[in-house]
């Protein structure tokens, strides 16, 4: 099976990649592929039907690659910090799981009919707070 995302969607996310990152992230592009079949079999088959887009699962592959490939020095660390001057690392620990291809909640709601891909958000309610942006400039 083709995997759901192309590394030219990975390049074009991120950075063109280089030679080394290359391989690196088109494997990655296939267990990511692997790991959404395994708990959502029947993707191929939404996105043939229309009922799933193909760009939403390319998107959601594409950040797990990019969560994979784009990573701190230290394997398991959620941050990093190198300095010049005598010398000094630091990395903190993400926690005990080593899965780098990590399903974050939003791309979850993407394959459980929730959510698309693109990033939600909320406003409050037209009609109560146009009055705060009122000038008033000269007439006080």
């Excluded at 229309?50 to 660390?77: C, F, I, K, N, W």
């Amino acid at each position: 099976m083709a995997d759901l995302a192309q590394i030219e969607t990975v390049a074009a996310a991120w950075r063109p990649l280089t030679s080394v990152e290359v391989p690196r992230a088109t494997y990655y592009l296939a267990a990511a592929s692997r790991k959404i079949r395994r708990r959502w079999p029947d993707v191929d088959s939404r996105i043939a039907a229309g009922t799933l887009t193909e760009e939403d699962v390319s998107d959601v592959v594409v950040q797990m690659v990019l969560g994979a490939v784009d990573v701190v020095p230290v394997r398991g660390a959620k941050s990093f910090s190198e300095g010049v001057g005598p010398m000094s690392r630091s990395a903190t620990l993400a926690g005990a799981s080593s899965d780098p291809l990590v399903l974050e909640d939003w791309m979850v709601a993407v394959f459980e009919g929730s959510s698309t891909a693109l990033p939600q958000s909320s406003m409050p309610p037209s009609g109560n707070y146009e009055g705060i942006f009122i000038w008033l400039e000269g007439k006080c």
